[in-house]
């Protein structure tokens, strides 16, 4: 029997969402699916908005940022009211199986609709902050790391010629994963990460002892400091101003911003998002339901959608010991 | 006679500066001269802090943005007391031509110690800004305007995913170079820049007609606004809440920031830089005194310093009639 | 009365004709003009084979390589029986002006055309070699020497690590445009161009007296040669043997090939592409016919057809002057 | 005690290795121990020919593709003479710690030392072919990948506005990783793989099957086939021939070549190579020896150098299986 599969993007767009939208279409091909995108997240769910996807359409899709399926947030999707509209709107498209792409409001905007509606639900992970529970990797997030980090190698340059210090903030909403990799990547010299902040206080005399000792054996120096979002009390603009007195310096704030959510895809995101996609659609007729397909290990596997935002996914030990040897200390 | 010759770069840095400290270099090998880089600007000339430079410790500098050499302010250059310490720095140095690569305020310092040293002095552009009189494109230039637009077309993919408004500051000082360029090569939809504003009114009202105009035509649709740096009173984020309560929309603002003056420089800054150090040096033992080797139709030209900020550059005509035609209109 | 206008690409694909078939259709828009877009260049002419292009249809094309109405070479079309068939074809679409983009064999095709069509016609030159007389630039041209410098700037560093001699070959059919900026830009050590080939002995002696110079003075070093296609008797296979025997050193020959082709086209070749589209269609009812719409010092120029093929185009003097400066010398 | 640790470069460079050193460096400090950098390999190890590294050395060392302290092949180490000699080399310098950055010849090379020498010896992966056996990744593997996807991203412009069919060359020495990869990331149509090559005969006659169906359904197409190197009898030329005749159409050859090896490493190579440095180091003094540190899962491990080599890494399954669902078939 011919089965018939639904795919949205939800949330905040992240490279690779299209690639990913182009392996479930290549996959539904050569199953003889059909395929529709919902537009606009779980507006177009609410309004019965859609297109019919085809193999020609995604052609080169692997290539571009965005999602052609548009984004959007979905407050009102909370409601009884929108779920069983939803519902009787897929059941009206005779759609089989639902794939959210997006992050964990995403995901439980999925686990909400999944009490009205008796089809298959599958959520893959789609966000540049990583903040997923249950997956190694998000789709996104490795294009994102290398925006960040293609900005702030050009920080670098200026902060050198000027021996100035610098503060980025990076994305990642509440959590570290994109600060802590782009601090790594970029050489940076100190970073400050949600899951690791002690206080004020004592990141204050810490930067300032490492910017002392530094001084004292190098002279004037380059310094750059990338900050994770929403951490700060008072912002970037706050620690800026608290810096400059601490250290006597110029210090100058760059915001990364919305510029990290876009972009070509890097490899591993086209990847990661083909290989997700693909076995989303492998699972359609299974008994498999409100589970997300991340990848762990390099392979992709299923979690229940609760679990992924049961808990905060926490940073890799692995990165934050190598950090820890090479960064935020007086050697480096 | 072996001659002698000095070079700095000063005020903020641009990538493609490396690439001229280069050719200066392996120019002078050429001519068997002798080349010091004085360090940190005019400060490096006032303290005597310069090193020798030879074709060995400029391999691969092409590839590498900032300056080698430093770069800083020197408000203390302007005195009279200063400039004699420079040229008896230069004199005990046996000094012969001096070379400052920098903006129209290095231009200034160097007409300035022009009046107490008796050494030849040239002046090359180098200032992400384009900002300089007599010259048709500065070093460091193109690769700011890829830079910037390289972040424009990020944000577009994540504009378009959410149909949203976004307002992105660009860098310029007090010219709209950056701005026009930017705004052009990223199809932006609009660009404010210092030398056509009129009004906040009138911006506003405009903004406001042509995005009803789209709206109507073609429903929902990502717009993005570039806005030249030191424009609108009060700063980019007046503006977006300006936009916000006009549009009835999210606006976002996104400022580029310092990630413009950084990065390898791209293929036209680096072969100006090189045309404009080669030439610069061939001009050591003549008559040619405080002029500045800028590039007029693809050839080295030599321009008066004085000239260099005697009036603001005006936009190119042919750039400004293309933005009329395909952008701040209803139709584009 | 309301204008209609058709546009085609043909030759080889250079990155910005899109950029440029965007601007014809937004400045059309704008005048009320119908555009129409025909496919495979002159192939869709005499298979009326097009498509009706409107703004919708162009969002985000300055960022995308290729050509949208794809391109390809027709031999047929130099009959005039093609010729009369393709008058035909315009004629029966009521097509008021023809734009062709592309290189010279397409120029002459247009040439053909216009002597069995009444309508106007301008050609817009597009082609990575920049080989069109009358036109400081093609578009296209810069984002291919972005690409070959990248490239070349990669090749750089496993040639340090090695100490080892690369030979990358760089398109340009028969002109030395590409390889010349490329090599300069990338820092080369040596570049073969047709415009300045003597023999192949003076060449060999020439590149053999400035590496056993180097080896003298600085021991092992990296040694790039950028070499022009189409230059080489035997090709670069044959030039790599000559010159391990030569140099008794590996010889590593890298064809750049049809990446060159490729890629979002930088700034330069997008704002060029617009000027030149924009004003193409501003001429449209003007008594203005078969030329080209170039550039020349910044601004849009129109050029006689024929001028365009009539003699070779030659390098930049500045450019050459730059080279011989800095480059195939034993000092550089 | 302070310790005396090593670090040499051997084999193909990879983007990384620089990162790794300064990890290397960086870690040491921390330590108080003395770092040595030998230069071109082995030979350096032979001649006594190495430099002292402190941290001012390595600033910003993690952008810079190849490797600072050069990389050679050394046939002459396999002698029992030249372990001996090499063994007294690193006595005379009171090394405790030899880390080889490298493939698995130079893992071969160090073995063979250890059968002379007391020191502990640790291997580092670095080469772009990710052929090394008890490691997920090797460094430089991700950015050569990035670098085949971004060459092919261009190729597919060029192939989609002449609907040609396009074969591209990879790297990746014996084993089919960057083919893989780098045809998954770049939506190619279909890949060749030693890991998977049963005969010439079969792939033509998929390939021809493939493409003979595509054009039925959807005309004249772009098709573009990645090769691994060393795979097809005879080269890529040969394949290219037998493809026109197969297809009746023009088939562009294109070796993408050393331009693979060179470049900024990404993200994944910068951080994998800091993560394995500072581990390296880490174990010092310890009992560990004649072991890779390899990565696994995220986390560095410890593999003994013969496993390295002791029989073909497979390529990943998870992979294999997104291309059979997603390339090489009649659907994609």
């Given at each position: 029997?011919?089965?018939?599969?639904?795919v949205l993007t939800s949330g905040g767009d992240a490279p690779g969402m299209n690639a990913c939208i182009?392996?479930?279409?290549?996959?539904?091909?050569?199953?003889?699916?059909?395929?529709?995108?919902?537009?606009?997240?779980?507006n177009g769910l609410l309004n019965q908005e859609y297109t019919q996807l085809h193999a020609e359409r995604v052609h080169n899709l692997n290539q571009l940022g965005g999602t052609i399926l548009h984004s959007a947030r979905c407050r009102e999707f909370k409601t009884q009211d929108a779920a069983e509209r939803a519902a009787a709107n897929l059941d009206a498209l005779e759609v089989d199986m639902l794939i959210?792409?997006?992050?964990?409001?995403?995901?439980?905007?999925a686990m909400h609709l999944s009490n009205y509606w008796d089809g298959q639900i599958i959520g893959i992970p789609g966000t540049i902050d990583n903040d997923i529970n249950g997956t190694d990797a998000t789709i996104g997030y490795y294009t994102a790391i290398e925006t960040a980090v293609d900005s702030i190698d050009k920080v670098r340059d200026t902060a050198d010629a000027f021996e100035r210090i610098f503060l980025v903030e990076v994305m990642g909403r509440h959590a570290g994963f994109l600060g802590?990799?782009?601090?790594?990547?970029?050489?940076?010299?100190?970073v400050l990460l949600p899951e690791?902040?002690?206080?004020?206080?004592?990141?204050?005399?810490?930067?300032?002892?490492?910017?002392?000792?530094r001084r004292e054996q190098r002279g004037n120096i380059s310094y750059i400091i990338v900050l994770a979002e929403n951490l700060w009390p008072g912002g970037i603009n706050k620690l800026a101003e608290k810096l400059q007195s601490l250290t006597q310096s110029e210090v100058r704030p760059v915001i990364l911003g919305h510029v990290q959510r876009g972009g070509a895809p890097v490899?591993?995101?086209?990847?990661?998002a083909m290989k997700l996609g693909a076995h989303a659609v492998s699972l359609a007729g299974s008994q498999t339901n409100c589970v997300m397909v991340g990848e762990r290990y390099g392979k992709p596997c299923e979690v229940p959608l609760p679990v992924t935002w049961s808990e905060p996914k926490p940073l890799s030990d692995s990165d934050v010991n190598t950090m820890k040897q090479l960064m935020n200390n007086r050697y480096a």
């Open positions: 029997m011919p089965k018939t599969i639904a182009r392996a479930i279409v290549l996959a539904c091909e050569r199953e003889n699916y059909t395929v529709y995108g919902y537009l606009h997240g779980y959210v792409i997006g992050g964990d409001g995403s995901f439980r905007g802590l990799s782009a601090a790594l990547a970029s050489a940076s010299d100190f690791l902040f002690e206080s004020e206080a004592a990141t204050l005399k810490q930067i300032g002892e490492q910017l002392s000792e490899s591993q995101d086209r990847i990661m």
